[in-house]
């Protein structure tokens, strides 16, 4: 299993050395090992466990429900059915935005139709047209 020192760390998941430390201190990164001289060292896990929590804050899920998810990882097998629960309702959530943002999408590309209909009727006619 490889090894990552913060810097590392930070380059291979995309989180500054800032953000890494702060997840660490407020739970959402815990059991973190420690080298001879006391530095943090990451693992193949942990970035893969960063992968995960980059993908939850990305499709908006609010910190305190990521830690409540990462507390139930810790709790073993019995807090599945919970994990399962709080990721399907955190799924809903991420397709009724996926629903507006399409919505919201289509009302953008009715008014870049529309622009393009202006421009286009105010280009002069050219020989060849």
Known sequence: ?????????AEKSGF???TLR????IGLLSGI??????RRVFSDDDLQWLDMLRCLRGTGMPIAEMLRYSELARGGGETVQER???LQAHDRRVEEQIATLCAQQ???KT???????AV?????????A
């Open 1 to 9: 299993m490889s090894s990552y020192s913060p810097a590392e760390t």
């Open 16 to 18: 500054s050395i800032d």
């Open 22 to 25: 702060y997840y660490e201190k």
């Open 33 to 38: 090992a420690r080298n001879a001289s006391g």
């Open 84 to 86: 399962l629960e709080l």
């Open 106 to 108: 289509e009302q953008i």
């Open 111 to 117: 008014k870049i139709g529309f622009y393009r209909g």
């Open 120 to 128: 286009a009727s105010c280009e002069p006619a050219t020989a060849s």
